[in-house]
Nanobody, 118 residues
């Protein structure tokens, strides 16, 4: 079994910064993509940023230039550095980890709340 745990959320004023962390543990032979999603009240869950095993990254347009995703493969950990935060970034942020070789299994964390006040 694989466990995924996020941390680093909280309350911050607009313009501030937060760094989210997500660590995967358990029966892990290989991790492929690691992604951050967010779910705001009244909206659908959306992909915020993703990073492949090779380090290629992709971002939602609304966060480009403000958020940076990175990973530490030796620690099975992915980070999301969030700068210049806006009230519309308020959401529960979830980490998704794709584990396996060839075929993958998805594992999700419990989510961490990010609240940006105006």
């Amino acid at each position: 079994q694989v466990q995924v745990v996020e941390s680093g959320g909280g309350l911050v004023q607009a313009g501030g910064s937060l760094r989210l962390s997500c660590a995967a543990s358990g029966r892990i032979f290989s991790i492929n993509a690691m992604d951050w999603y967010r779910h705001a009240p009244g909206k659908q869950r959306e992909l915020v940023a993703g990073i492949s095993s090779g380090g290629s990254t992709n971002y939602e347009d609304a966060v480009k230039g403000r958020f940076t995703i990175s990973r530490a493969n030796a620690k099975n950990t992915v980070y999301l550095q969030m700068n210049s935060l806006k009230p519309e970034d308020t959401a529960v942020y979830y980490c998704n980890v794709k584990v396996g070789l060839g075929s993958f299994s998805d594992y999700w964390g419990q989510g961490t709340q990010v609240t940006v006040s105006s």
